[in-house]
């Protein structure tokens, strides 16, 4: 936190007049993808009637959301349950239900984004994975969210993948970078919880003008994918 404020401090010294831009990513970045995961495997317990889930804490899930798979290993469900779960679940766990109902902001983030969002001329954008498709969902779950502390994310600052599911995410990334900066935001700090992100990013970034902060929670990617002088934990 101490280096972000430091860069903006800087950033806004030597562009006292531009629209200046933090960007995060959301899943993982924004949110606690953990609670999504416990609550769609839960559902699954109620929904056919069974107990695989009973015991199942917040804390005891270490894998990223995509790879729940090694989650129904680790808890020795019998193989031929763990696919008819597996496919539940992804069925589910976009559904306008769960993005409206399990989502969870990780501890500490949306205050540092009203903060942000408190200062002068200054914008808080979204440059997600996720699908166009998702974009109302989306929005009506963060600004739910953001309203007891008062945050409030708009449409015109939430990019999102025109690819689709899982497609070139670190093109998208880059991408929105470039969507913000041609809006004429000048994009200060951006926030992600994959390296393969940040990596890519990095590649647009000679002159490190914008600061990369890796939210250091669960993620797919390895971290050394990322020049290690541009690695900053957050938060």
């Known amino acids: 936190m101490v280096e972000l404020a430091s860069h903006y401090a800087k950033a806004r010294d030597v562009y006292p007049q531009d629209r200046l831009m933090i960007l995060f990513d959301i899943d993982g970045t924004i949110l606690d993808m953990r609670y999504m995961v416990l609550r769609v495997l839960q559902a699954f317990d109620k929904e056919h009637g069974t107990r695989f889930f009973r015991k199942l804490q917040v804390s005891d899930i ?62 808080v954008g979204l440059n997600t994975g996720r699908p166009e498709s998702l974009r109302s969902d989306t929005l009506r779950s963060l600004n739910g969210l953001g309203k007891e502390y008062k945050v409030q994310f708009a449409d015109e600052l939430l990019r999102m993948n025109p690819s689709g599911w899982e497609q070139e995410v670190g093109n998208a990334k880059v991408a929105g970078v470039r969507h913000f900066q041609a809006a004429g935001y000048r994009v200060f700090a951006f926030v992600d919880n994959e390296p393969d992100n940040l990596r890519a990013v990095s590649q647009i970034n000679p002159d490190q003008e914008i600061l990369l902060l890796h939210a250091n929670t669960i993620f797919e990617s390895k971290r050394t994918r990322l020049p290690s002088d541009l690695l900053i934990r957050f938060p």
């Open 62 to 123: 270490t894998v990223h959301e995509n790879q729940v798979d090694r989650l129904l290993a680790e808890l020795e469900i019998p193989p031929q349950k763990q696919r008819e779960i597996l496919d539940w679940y992804n069925q589910q766990r976009w559904s306008s239900h769960y993005i409206l109902h399990s989502h969870i902001p990780l501890s500490g983030v949306l205050e540092v984004i009203r903060w942000f969002q408190l200062q002068p001329n200054t914008f």
